[in-house]
């Protein structure tokens, strides 16, 4: 009976179970569907640290980007330092925040030593994203197990170490995101990527087995996985990837990638599959027959992009960044030797070796991941006996036109285009370049320049499908846009004959139809103004082209502008280093009216302003040198600079502040009318409204830098006058310095005023002129205590000890306000200033502050707060202007009995603290038993020049009124000396006697 109550209990129980599954299934299913309909809030990254791996391009570069325009604090690895600075200056210019730091993300002690860093420098992480990756495909049997490591190495083991230095963290916080990029290629395995695809499994295995890990911990932390599943990614890997239905799953863009990412990560997503039907599409297929996964791929044309990346880059020249293999193939290729043809790509198109020279086609792909590749694709009519030995293991040799696998993926007509705009670009730029039958060949413009005998050995070589580049001598390569951007840094790259031939092969002016002007920007300029410059035509009428001349009236360079365009496209090129500002010719301007310039952005600028009588020029790219050398050899003495609004930039004004001109800014706003869209009487009307750059509101380090260096060679004089009486203070504040701002507090009737009395006294009888402003106890009085401050003890009754003392005292440089009582502060500023102008006071007191309040109509507090807000002000402007050290006595506010004060104790709001260099509190600490009374403690709270804060012992003497001690120590000492003569005769006896006991 009782097995069968509990056969019967366990089937109920299978049966419970069961239906909770069922139900569970249910619940998820319309989760699923709601969060279709109506998506999870995006949650908000501001403030979040977020560390992404590979962020030097592709994927990574676009999440560091998106990341820090959403208010996150984004740290960026890569093992390219070079690509991972310019990301995080990307970031920088667009307004966030971002640290780089070089990271072999697969060496466990490379990340631990960054990840520490990165705790130091920027703090803990709170989102983590693992996206490094590599993808070398080839044929498994053609992996090295060097290449099979490095794969596992950046593709999981990464992962792992990321993971485990951040996970501690993401625990004892509660909270933290990992988000890690896998690949479509670790739901779906496909040919020619099985190590890839094994790293991408184990990624999405990592991630599954760490969700389940975290979902059943006892502490339940709020931490988000997210598993990133992309398809084919354009990334630059893949030049123009093409699948068969584009429609169904288009080829996605790294930014979009990214910004799908990133809205998963905020909706909290577990699984992002990116396009999303893929993902569940893989699931269905797993329900199907064995294979069904790879047939799907291969109808949607997946096999084509990984069997023409493996056909353009089989033969990879393994790292492509060793010289000497590359140096050997080079001589190899130029050896006088009668090669025979070779069949060239999937096309017959045959090429004799000699004319081929170095063909390189660069072909890459991939889905999700890292990787590029760069090849050498021969046929095999090529010999391997003509082959370096070291090379035979990286030249795959395609025996026959069937073994190049799928279809071409660029299109004649896009191939021409991009032909087309190479051509274009070279010749604008009038770079020189050879071409082949599959790629042109020109210098390159990063590679250390050599003779000449070597200057052939500088090339780079660029696809003419593709734009894509390589330069085996300096290990640079790109898409043809960075080309661009490289091509286009250096301006001074021609030679004289090159710039001459140049010009003569255009046309000009006069020979050219009057409305070839009229698209142009160059459209309100005048025939003659032309002709003045001495402009030519291309002759296809495209460009104008306006020759810059040096002061010697030779040309040195070219400003090319293009006529096809209504806003100014300008290409200027310059004789090797004879970079010239773009001005009228000698002959066009006479000297008196060389005294005046002004400086425009384009040289389409400079034309208009000619065109009004105007002498203008314009600057080659970011080159300031070239203005201050016109400047010298012309002797102008104004520059006008003239930019549209925007802020000129910084080099240009620190060059003419160096060169002693005047120097303006023409006032502008941003959206005004370009300067060669203007009228004559706008430009005249504009030239009239200008602003100095030199004011006495601004400074720059160059006017300053003597300052900075004397107050480094004069330490002791920088820190200011030390105290005497209050040698303490010296250890804190270091010294009493001008142009400071001091403000003392104190209880009330603590002794604030006698305390400054002696303070002040301190420094005056060292030679600091001072100036006394006592609104609360009278000049009298206050003479008074001084006097006896000075004397140490009291005053004497005899009038002829009195003058003897008085008239000792009345060399000191002190000064007193007659004011007593409420003040203007206003009046008070003025008594001040002139005190500065007439007697060279260094040193001013105002006892106190609050008799400046109340001047005002309304008696409220919030109006006294504000007088007083204005009182500092004009106290602290006055020291800084006048270089006078200001001490304001100020009174609290009220705390509860025995409390002692702070910093925001001092009465009003805390601009009063905010605006001093120094603040001192007179503190009363109250006595700890019957047997001892109450001392006072001189605290600073706040020191803006040595940062060092601390205590200062006082102890009040009656007979001197000081709180220093200093003429309590020299009586103790008087004492002490006199204690000492007194008992020396006993124990002079005393010794003797017990000498004679010894017998001596």
């Not at 590359?326 to 006088?336: E, I, N, Y």
């Not at 025979?340 to 000699?354: D, E, F, Q």
């Not at 005292?809 to 007593?820: A, G, I, M, V």
């Not at 004009?874 to 202007?881: E, I, P």
Request: charged share 20%; glycine share 8%; net charge neutral.
């Amino acid at each position: 009976m009782l097995e069968i109550i509990m056969i019967v209990y366990q089937y109920v129980l299978l049966l419970c179970d069961f239906a909770a599954l069922l139900w569970r299934c249910v619940v998820l299913t319309l989760t699923a569907v709601w969060r279709t309909i109506s998506p999870a809030p995006l949650a908000s990254l501001a403030g979040e640290i977020v560390l992404v791996t590979g962020a030097g391009h592709g994927i990574g570069r676009e999440l560091s980007l998106q990341f820090a325009r959403l208010g996150g604090r984004v740290v960026c690895l890569d093992v390219n330092e070079a690509t991972n600075r310019n990301t995080k200056e990307d970031i920088l210019r667009e307004g966030g925040s971002a640290w780089a730091f070089k990271c072999d993300v697969g060496n466990r002690d490379e990340v631990k030593s960054v990840c520490a860093k990165v705790r130091q420098e920027v703090g803990e992480v709170t989102v983590l994203v693992n996206n490094a990756g590599i993808m070398p495909c080839k044929p498994f049997l053609r992996h090295t197990a060097d290449e099979v490591i490095d794969v596992f190495r950046v593709n999981v083991f990464a992962h792992f170490w990321l993971v485990q230095e951040w996970l501690p963290s993401f625990l004892e916080a509660g909270r933290g995101t990992i988000v890690a990029l896998s690949s479509i290629a670790g739901l779906v395995a496909t040919s020619n990527l099985a190590p890839y695809c094994a790293t991408k499994f184990a990624v999405r295995g990592l991630m599954e087995g760490l969700t389940e890990e975290l979902r059943y911990a006892k502490r339940h932390p709020n931490i988000q996985l997210t598993s990133v599943y992309p398809f084919v990614v354009d990334t630059g890997l893949a030049q123009r990837p093409r699948i068969r239905f584009p429609s169904l799953n288009p080829v996605t863009s790294a930014s979009q990638c990214a910004a799908l990412v990133i809205e998963g990560v905020r909706r909290g997503e577990e699984v992002i599959c990116i396009p999303t039907k893929d993902y569940y599409g893989s699931l269905a297929c797993q329900c199907y027959a064995e294979g069904s996964p790879q047939s799907l791929l291969r109808f949607y044309g997946y096999w084509r992009v990984t069997n023409k990346y493996l056909n353009t880059s089989l033969c990879l020249l393994s790292t492509m960044a060793t010289y000497q293999r590359l140096s050997g193939l080079l001589r190899t290729l130029k050896q006088p030797l009668k090669y025979p043809a070779v069949k060239y790509g999937a096309r017959n198109t045959y090429i004799s070796l000699p004319k081929l020279r170095f063909s390189l086609l660069m072909g890459s792909g991939g889905a999700g991941g890292g990787g590029s590749g760069r090849c050498l694709h021969i046929g095999n009519v090529f010999k391997q006996r003509d082959i370096p030995e070291y090379l035979l293991g990286y030249i795959s040799q395609v025996t026959a036109e069937s073994d190049l696998l799928g279809d071409e993926l660029e299109e004649e007509e896009e191939e021409k285009d991009m032909e087309d705009d190479i051509v274009d670009f070279l010749n604008t730029r009038i770079l020189t370049f050879e071409e082949t039958d599959t790629s042109f060949v020109l210098p390159c413009p990063t590679c250390p320049r050599k003779n000449e005998e070597e200057t052939k050995l500088n090339e780079i070589f660029v696809d003419k499908n593709s734009g894509y580049f390589v330069c085996p001598w300096c290990c640079r390569d790109g898409t043809w846009e960075e080309l661009m951007a490289l091509l286009d840094t250096r301006e001074d790259s021609l030679t004289a004959n090159q710039l001459i031939a140049y010009l003569d092969s255009a046309l000009p002016v006069a020979e050219v139809a009057d409305d070839w002007l009229n698209e142009s920007p160059l459209k309100n300029i005048s025939r003659v103004t032309l002709e003045k410059f001495a402009a030519r035509v291309t002759a296809d009428r495209s460009r104008l082209l306006l020759p810059v001349t040096d002061h010697l009236g030779d040309t040195v360079g070219v400003e090319s502008v293009s006529l096809l365009h209504h806003l100014p496209q300008i290409i200027r090129r310059f004789v090797t280093g004879q970079s010239r500002v773009f001005s009228p010719p000698t002959t066009t301007t006479t000297t008196s009216r060389r005294e005046r310039v002004v400086v425009v952005p384009t040289c389409c600028d400079v034309l208009t302003l000619a065109e009004c009588g105007v002498y203008a020029v314009s600057l080659p790219s970011e080159d300031v040198s070239t203005l201050e050398q016109h400047i010298a050899t012309y002797d102008l003495t104004e520059v006008l600079v003239w930019c549209r609004g925007l802020p000129p930039p910084r080099p240009l004004l620190l060059a003419l502040i160096q060169t002693g001109v005047a120097c303006s800014l023409v006032q502008s706003a941003e959206n005004d009318t370009p300067v060669y869209l203007k009228s004559g009487t706008e430009i005249k009307t504009s030239l009239n409204k200008t602003i100095p750059v030199l004011s006495s509101a601004t400074t720059t380090f160059s006017q300053i830098k003597d300052k900075v260096y004397y107050r480094l060679t004069h330490k002791e004089e920088t820190c200011g006058v030390q105290w005497r009486r209050f040698a303490g203070l010296n250890d804190i504040l270091l010294g009493h310095r001008p142009g400071e701002l001091t403000v003392l507090t104190g209880p009330t009737g603590c002794g604030k005023t006698t305390l400054m009395a002696e303070y002040s006294l301190d420094l005056c009888c060292q030679g600091v002129p001072t100036l006394w402003g006592s609104f609360e106890v009278s000049v009298v009085r206050l003479c008074e205590v001084m006097l006896q401050q000075y004397s140490g003890s009291p005053l004497p009754q005899e009038l002829h000890q009195f003058n003897t003392l008085a008239s000792q005292f009345s060399t000191l440089p002190l000064h007193f306000l007659t004011y007593h009582g409420q003040h203007d502060v206003k009046a008070v500023v003025k008594a001040m200033r002139e005190a500065v102008q007439v007697w060279g006071v260094q040193h001013i007191i105002i006892d106190n502050l609050q008799f400046m309040l109340g001047t005002g109509k309304s008696g409220s507090s919030a109006e006294r707060w504000w007088e007083q807000d204005l009182a500092v002000s004009s106290l602290r402007r006055f020291a800084t202007q006048t270089g006078c050290h200001v001490t304001v006595i100020a009174h609290p506010k009220k705390v509860p009995e025995g409390q002692l004060l702070g910093i925001d104790s001092v009465f009003g709001s805390a601009k009063v603290t905010q605006e001093a260099d120094n603040v001192m509190i007179l503190q009363v600490k109250a006595a700890t038993s019957s047997l001892t009374s109450s001392r006072k403690v001189l605290q600073v709270v706040k020191n803006r020049y040595g940062g060092q804060l601390g205590d200062l012992p006082l102890r009040f003497h009656k007979d001197s009124l000081t709180l220093s001690s200093c003429f309590r120590q020299k009586v103790r000492e008087r004492s002490q000396k006199g204690e000492r003569e007194g008992s020396g005769g006993s124990l002079k006896k005393i010794n003797i006697k017990g000498l004679s006991r010894l017998g001596l």
